[in-house]
């Protein structure tokens, strides 16, 4: 079937035995995926709004997979069913993804992983997993059409991370390839440019910026 790497990578992680669901799911096509070319027995993907379900409808009975792939229009967490124990959410923004999880946390205490691809506050949206229990198992990034994905796997179980590892992220700084220098390369401009545009009354922002940029400096020299 036809489905972008960024999707199919989100994909790729979600463990065989599992029974997911997919938050935001638009078109439906991570889920059918799982079911179709993955062999998972069952997913569930929804969205809180009718024209992606509409599309979602089309796709699941364009791929005969309508019994395999449950559709429900529901907000964020609202459409968990029991026996679900893998979340996965991509293509939104981190504070949409933290309220999501936030808003039905009790829903949280079957689910042994989450698979979380913000399209912005990444940061943001560790701390909140940290809180809610979890801890960062692997993360992954992906490039297409010129732009930067991140993608978390979280794994049920508390771990401790400082600042500059939650920052760095704890598994991606142990990995070397060209995209990871990339993606840190253009996390350093981003930091320098903010902290060029930082106002001088930002002193504790400013201090944290400038932290930052060192790490990321140590990092790509290779020096951490
Ligand atoms: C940009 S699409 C991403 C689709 C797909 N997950 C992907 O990564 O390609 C975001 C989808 O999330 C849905 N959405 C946004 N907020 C939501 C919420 N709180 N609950 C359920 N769905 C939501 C939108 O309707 C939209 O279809």
Do not use: Q, W
Not at 38 to 48: I, Q, T, W
Request: aromatic share 8%.
């Amino acid at each position: 079937m036809k489905i972008n790497n960024r999707l199919k990578t989100i994909g790729d992680l979600v463990p065989l035995s599992s029974y997911p669901l997919d938050i935001g799911c638009d078109h439906a096509l991570l889920s059918i995926y799982l079911v179709k070319e993955r062999g998972l027995s069952k997913a569930v993907a929804s969205d809180n709004k009718s024209g992606p379900l509409k599309k979602a409808r089309e796709n699941v009975k364009f791929y005969k997979v309508s019994d395999k792939v449950e559709l429900i229009k529901s907000e964020g967490l609202d459409s968990y069913k029991e026996g679900i124990d893998t979340i996965t959410i991509s293509g939104m923004g981190g504070l949409n993804i933290n309220k999501i999880l936030d808003d039905n946390r009790k829903y949280l205490k079957n689910i042994n992983t989450l698979i979380l691809s913000p399209n912005n506050y990444s940061l943001a949206v560790k701390r909140k997993l940290i809180k809610l229990g979890y801890h960062v198992d692997n993360e992954v990034l992906v490039k297409e059409h010129n732009i930067i994905y991140e993608i978390f796997v979280f794994k049920k179980g508390r771990k401790y991370y400082s600042y500059k590892k939650l920052f760095l992220g704890p598994t991606l700084m142990f990995k070397n390839d060209d995209l990871t220098k990339e993606y840190y390369n253009s996390l350093l401009i981003k930091k320098k440019a903010l902290l060029n545009a930082l106002p001088k009354s930002f002193s504790s922002k400013i201090r944290l910026t400038k932290k930052e940029i060192k790490y990321l400096e140590e990092i790509l020299n290779n020096s951490i």
